[in-house]
């Protein structure tokens, strides 16, 4: 049970796994952390233009599959006030 709905750290265990799977997935699309994060600047310069964003609060990751790599954005808008 999880007393006042605190998350969960992470095990120094998980996190190296987590990198692991990071640093492969980069290797296998053949995608640099520079090109993604070039990647990352456009896409938020682009959404910019036309919508109020949290480029703070963003999160771009590149995720594999079996069969395939996406690329997943989370990218929250902000609500006009």
């Known amino acids: ?38 990647i990352r600047k456009d896409m938020l310069a682009v959404l910019d233009k036309y919508l109020d964003i949290d480029t703070e ?8 599959d079996r069969s395939e790599t996406t690329l997943e954005a989370n990218i929250p808008i902000l609500k006009n006030q």
């Open 1 to 38: 049970m999880n007393l006042f709905n605190r998350k969960k750290e992470k095990s120094s265990k998980a996190i190296a796994k987590d990198r692991l799977k990071f640093v492969l997935i980069h290797d296998r699309c053949k995608i640099t952390p520079d090109t993604l994060e070039k």
């Open 57 to 64: 609060g963003t999160e771009i990751l590149l995720k594999d």
